[in-house]
């Protein structure tokens, strides 16, 4: 069933967030973030508006919740947007805190590490149009380290829930040039994740590994798929695709394995897009199970 209906932003919204733990009152809250460039606070509860931020100049695009409250028990609210600046938010308050400065053209996306690093700081990650990813003290709103790599901008950033085996923290950025991994503590350059028709729009990672100790990355493209990746070996080991119905059909998905192009699971007429997506000319027969598709138009089509 459908919830509360949250209504006061002028414009569309990009962006929402909901806070990890509840406040001193036992409130959780959800943040949203709009072109009108305010972040609005609701009580998820009762549906009511908390405050309203204002400060940025021009539309925002990205909002976080510090995964903790700091050393002073202040939970933090980061924003970015168009005004080239990461803004923090005592959510308690509803005060400003530190104005954070570096990027050079809209800032895109906004992260924050899961845990503390060695040092016992609190770090903030932004990527922007300025094809960068800055990292962020947010105790001090002082600059740390500026990851360079992309070539283009940048439209989301994501850290791992926890460290590899090996015990490095990893940073997904994705963009319109692709996706990478950056190791955290040295700002070294990881696998560089190459499969999507184009730029992507987002990236996340599953918040615990799987069975295998695997931790998994998904990425969303304007290529229509969202790609799951081992982020250990930078292999693409699943895609799902989305399609619109044809005339006459029906929209439905298709998810197969890349590397083996064994099919998974395939409704309605997805089947053109991903005959489209991974063309197997004559091979396809062979190498894709007809029976898993169905329609007689796509053996047809096929043969």
Same mark, same amino acid.
């Given at each position: ?36 460039? $305010? &972040?609005?606070?609701? /009580?998820? #509860? @009762?549906?009511?508006?908390? =405050? *309203? %931020?204002?400060?940025? +100049?021009?539309? !925002? ?23 080239? $600046? &990461?803004?923090?938010? /005592?959510? #308690? @308050?509803?005060?400003?805190? =530190? *104005? %954070?400065?570096?990027? +050079?053209?809209? !800032? ?23 094809? $960068? &990813?800055?990292?962020? /003290?947010? #105790? @001090?709103?002082?600059?740390?380290? *500026?990851?360079?790599?992309? +070539?283009?901008? !940048? ?149």
């Amino acid at each position: 069933e459908a919830g509360p209906v949250l209504r006061g932003h002028e414009g569309g919204i990009s962006s929402c967030a909901f806070s990890p733990v509840p406040d001193g009152a036992g409130r959780q809250w959800l943040a949203s973030a709009g072109v009108d460039g $305010t &972040v609005r606070l609701w /009580d998820v #509860a @009762s549906g009511e508006a908390g =405050p *309203v %931020l204002r400060g940025h +100049e021009g539309g !925002i695009y990205s909002c976080a919740f510090a995964p903790v409250p700091d050393g002073a028990g202040r939970q933090w609210l980061a924003s970015v947007g168009g005004d080239s $600046t &990461v803004r923090l938010w /005592d959510v #308690a @308050s509803g005060e400003a805190g =530190p *104005v %954070l400065r570096g990027h +050079e053209g809209g !800032i895109y996306s906004c992260a924050f590490a899961p845990v503390p690093d060695g040092a016992g700081r609190q770090r903030l990650a932004s990527a922007g149009g300025d094809g $960068t &990813v800055r990292l962020w /003290d947010v #105790a @001090s709103g002082e600059a740390g380290r *500026v990851i360079r790599g992309h +070539e283009r901008r !940048i439209h989301s950033c994501a850290f791992a829930p926890v460290p590899d085996e090996a015990g490095r923290q990893w940073l997904a950025s994705a963009g319109v040039d692709g996706i990478r991994l950056w190791d955290v503590a040295s700002g070294e350059a990881g696998p560089v994740l190459r499969g999507h028709e184009g730029g992507l729009s987002s990236c996340a990672f599953d918040p615990v590994p799987d069975g295998a100790g695997r931790q998994w990355l998904a990425s969303a493209g304007y290529d229509g798929t969202v790609q799951l990746w081992d982020a250990a070996s930078g292999r693409c080991l699943r895609i799902t695709a989305l399609c619109t119905a044809s005339a006459g059909g029906e929209a439905g998905h298709a998810v197969w394995e890349p590397e083996t192009d064994r099919v998974l699971e395939v409704t309605g007429d997805a089947w053109r897009h991903l005959a489209w997506l991974r063309p197997l000319s004559n091979a396809l027969p062979e190498r894709l199970p007809l029976e898993t598709f169905g329609p007689v138009p796509f053996k047809e089509e096929a043969a």
